[in-house]
């Protein structure tokens, strides 16, 4: 079988001569110096395309992150705080009953007692839960641990520490409008 390849048999290696001579001894040629070796190598226009490649990446990486930190990291609503506003329908608040809506960072129960509207902060004084209007008792009155109060926001009864902060509700109209007392 003939053989195929690279097969390097004694008979060729011979053919090829002894090939280079290796000296054991004797200076080494020492080569080109570095700085010839370097010609032709343009170092200003190397690092200025560093600086561009650096500040495109920076450019990619930055607008990759920063949908990802504003989704993260959501915005805070600012709250523009008014004086008065219209917070809803009059028809909304019917006779006998409370209705709560936001105002500014508070939210506001306005109640209307036999067409007297009246307007205090829903938020319990005691630990923070919403009050309601129980028309059957004239009163507020906080479902999480018993707190009373009157429709104009002063304490009746209960574990609170202070009464409810006092609005004033009016109607305009068909507009109700809650403002700051
Ligand atoms: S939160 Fe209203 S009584 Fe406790």
Not at 5 to 10: A, D, E, H, T
Not at 41 to 64: D, I, M, P, Q, W
Not at 66 to 83: D, Q, R, S
Not at 162 to 169: D, T
Request: glycine share 12%; proline share 7%.
């Amino acid at each position: 079988m003939a053989q195929q390849g690279n097969f390097k048999s004694p008979a060729r290696m011979g053919g090829l001569g002894d090939g280079a001579s290796v000296s054991s001894s004797g200076p080494v040629s020492a080569g080109k110096p570095r700085e010839d070796g370097l010609k032709g190598v343009n170092f200003e226009r190397r690092s200025f395309l560093g600086k561009v490649v650096g500040g495109v990446g920076a450019a990619v990486a930055v607008s990759t992150l920063y949908p990802v930190v504003k989704y993260i990291i959501p915005p805070v609503k600012e709250v523009k705080e008014v004086n008065e506003m219209v917070v809803g329908k009059a028809s909304e608040v019917p006779e006998n009953t409370g209705k709560i809506y936001p105002f500014n960072k508070d939210k506001v129960i306005v109640v209307n007692d036999n067409g007297t509207l009246t307007a205090c902060s829903a938020v319990c004084t005691h630990l923070g839960c919403l009050v309601r209007w129980e028309d059957k008792d004239n009163l507020l009155y906080c479902p999480c641990h018993g707190a009373k109060y009157k429709q104009t926001g002063e304490i009746i009864s209960g574990p609170q520490p202070l009464p409810l902060a006092v609005y004033s509700a009016r109607v305009e109209g068909d507009d109700l409008i809650v403002s700051k007392a």
